[in-house]
């Protein structure tokens, strides 16, 4: 690792733009990676199940303001708008739900995204709470639509969430999928970087003028450092910042946990395709938001497994019990739908469960503001020390925060922060200095008291 203008840790997708950004400035960079890998929650598993499975970030959201989709065709990745096979398949109480139940249904979505969207949030106030004020809950399919916008979404209850933040980060279509998967899109992107893997950040000192980083790896120095690892990871502790973080950066952090979305991939044993199309989505009413569930996609692509995602309580609840109770789990969400027509269509062994929770350089899926604390994803975005610390990361992002697209807006942003710091610091530099003398002069120019002695260049 050599002499370096800027420091990365992570090389997420955040770390990734970051990076990338540098250099296009001209500045040199050093990416430092815990994993073996690049693409931090994006990850694309290609061996277990035959075919590319995304085991965290999936879809390329809101996908008109989604820097990655341009990346994406840029290096000859294919892309496909989800939006035109989308085909839900819910079931209540074990039969299919029907035309008239299925309109009920799509109307429960449209009446929760009406009202919530004409009201305004009161200081504090839950997404959950937002949701009663407007009326909405107590309908057949209310606890449903619930249930989706907190655990399965946004990865944790709405209760949980600022009804500010929950409306300003709501995400529009389309909604990409690329079939070689968004991990292979961050890996292709992460490429060419000079990015140090198995280097695991521990302490950060941005004391003195340069911020200095340690690890196993020894210790690198730069001008400034951009910290892109999750906020979950930052409120564990993991990385000893000296000096401590300002407490509003510190608040910032704790404001912003992260939630869980667990995927788990389920491979079909024969033929048997349950009745479903390419890309149905499964779903089952349930009675209350925290219910757990599972959803799922059936065959995207044609494959032959299922993508199912519990998000949530649950999720926390099936990451404690471990893989196989988290499969086992899949299973009875399955027979609820198909009977024991699921344990014959689908196999057991050889199944793929995302493990976001227990990981310790993610420590979750992704973030959501606390009641209240709205305001958390500006605080931590705002650079300290002149730009010479930096974080970065989905969680930084006001609009796109637990996304892809949102993650990389924010590095190219610290990029130019750290790159604007660096300039002016190099200006600050070929400044003459002012000797004792001059700085007198301009600094006090009505006193009578004698100037320090000393010489100047205007002699
Ligand atoms: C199950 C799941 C589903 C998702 N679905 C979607 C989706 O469909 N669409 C979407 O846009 N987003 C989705 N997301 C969210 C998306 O994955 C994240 O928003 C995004 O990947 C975050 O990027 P990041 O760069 O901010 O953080 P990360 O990707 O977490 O990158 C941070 C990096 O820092 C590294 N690191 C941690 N600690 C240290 C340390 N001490 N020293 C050095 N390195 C360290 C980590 O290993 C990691 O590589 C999903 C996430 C999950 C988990």
Request: one cysteine or more; a negative charge.
């Amino acid at each position: 690792m050599s002499e370096t203008d800027v420091l990365v840790v992570g090389a997420g997708a955040a770390g990734i733009a970051a990076a990338r950004a540098l250099l296009k400035a001209g500045l040199r960079c050093q990416v430092l990676e815990a994993r073996s890998r690049p693409g931090g929650r994006a990850a694309t598993d290609t061996a277990t199940l035959g075919a590319p499975f995304d085991l965290g970030a999936t879809w390329l959201h809101a996908a008109n303001r989604n820097p990655l989709r341009l990346l994406a065709q840029s290096l000859g990745m294919a892309t496909f708008d989800h939006g035109s096979a989308r085909e839900s398949v819910c079931f209540d109480a074990g039969r299919r739900a029907g035309p008239e139940d299925m309109a009920a249904y799509d109307a429960t979505w449209e009446t929760f995204h009406t009202r919530l969207g004409a009201l305004v949030p009161l200081p504090g106030e839950s997404a959950a709470a937002l949701a009663a004020r407007s009326g909405f809950g107590g309908g057949r399919w209310d606890a449903t639509v619930m249930h989706w916008e907190g655990p399965v979404i946004c990865a944790a209850p709405l209760a949980e969430m600022d009804a500010r933040d929950y409306l300003d980060t709501l995400l529009e279509a389309p909604d990409l999928l690329l079939p070689e998967g968004t991990g292979t899109l961050l890996a292709r992107l992460a490429a060419e970087l000079p990015v140090s893997y198995g280097a695991v950040v521990e302490r950060l000192d941005w004391s003195g003028p340069r911020v200095v980083a340690e690890g196993r790896f020894g210790r690198l120095e730069a001008a400034s450092t951009i910290v892109t690892v999750p906020t979950a990871v930052l409120a564990a502790g993991a990385i000893r910042f000296t000096p401590e973080l300002p407490p509003e950066t510190a608040q910032a952090i704790h404001d912003l946990p992260l939630g869980l979305l667990t995927k788990i991939g389920l491979r079909a044993r024969g033929a048997d395709r349950l009745d479903l199309a390419p890309f149905a989505g499964i779903e089952r009413r349930v009675e209350r938001e925290e219910e757990a569930a599972m959803t799922a996609i059936a065959w995207p692509f044609g494959h032959d497994h299922l993508m199912g995602f519990v998000g949530g309580p649950a999720a926390w609840d099936l990451a404690k019990a471990g893989p196989a109770a988290t499969v086992a789990f899949a299973f009875e969400e399955l027979s609820k739908n198909f009977g024991a027509r699921a344990m014959a269509a689908l196999r057991r062994e050889g199944a793929l469960v995302s493990d976001w929770g227990r990981d310790p350089f993610s420590r979750g899926a992704y973030s959501h503001a606390r009641p209240g604390r709205a305001a958390a994803r500006g605080i931590l975005a705002a650079p300290l020390a002149e730009g010479r610390l930096c974080f970065a990361g989905e969680a930084c992002h006001p609009s796109l925060a637990a996304t892809l697209g949102g993650a990389w807006e924010t590095g190219e942003a610290a990029a130019a922060h750290a790159a604007r710091a660096l300039r002016d610091r190099e200006r600050d530099k070929e400044r003459q200095p002012l000797t004792p003398a001059l700085a007198w002069r301009y600094a006090a120019p009505a006193t009578d008291a004698p100037p320090p002695t000393g010489t100047t260049d205007e002699g």
